[in-house]
């Protein structure tokens, strides 16, 4: 088979496969952390996010190989230390999300400057799942800040917020522009 992607382009997308590998070690790491702490709906979730991160690794596995590159399976690092609380877990899963989305942000960059239009395009289909991804973060940060608020009652909220996130959606919805 010959090679149709380039050699920097390989890299990154190598590159790319580990850090999906390592997002998902941070959400069992979190999800591990809210089921012992008592929040098994948050835990469900983020189990599922887990399965999801490395459903993304192998998708740039099988295109890395289909495209007559070499995978590289390398090591990865420790999962992130436990969180403080659930909203310091919210917020650093957020963190780890935007700095995916601008790790994808450059294997799209790359493949524009190479005019490689096959990952260009298998690219896009990243950078819209981190938009969902961001936005379904945020939502949660929300709903999290509601349940959390003093005014609404403090954290006897968060046991409803549990429940909802036990059957949530693993997809965000895409903004839309507002026609006023």
Not at 43 to 61: I, N, Q
Request: glycine residues 6%.
């Amino acid at each position: 088979m010959s090679k149709r992607i380039s050699k920097k382009m390989e890299k990154l997308l190598n590159s790319q496969m580990t850090l999906e590998a390592f997002q998902a070690q941070a959400y069992l790491s979190y999800g591990s952390w809210a089921e012992v702490n008592g929040f098994p709906g948050i835990a469900t979730f983020l189990y599922g996010h887990m399965h999801e991160e490395r459903e993304h690794m192998f998708k740039l596995l099988k295109y890395i190989n289909e495209r007559g590159g070499e995978t590289k399976i390398e090591a990865i690092d420790a999962a992130p230390s436990n969180p403080k609380n659930l909203g310091d877990c919210f917020k650093k899963i957020l963190k780890h999300e935007i700095d995916n989305s601008k790790e994808i942000d450059k294997i799209v960059n790359l493949a524009h400057e190479e005019k490689d239009w096959s990952t260009f395009s298998f690219g896009q289909w990243f950078v819209q799942e981190q938009i969902e991804e961001e936005a379904l973060i945020n939502d949660v940060i929300d709903k999290y800040n509601l349940a959390a608020g003093d005014e609404k009652g403090g954290n006897s909220n968060l046991y409803d917020m549990d429940k909802d996130l036990a059957s949530a959606s693993q997809e965000g919805d895409m903004p839309r522009d507002e026609k006023f």
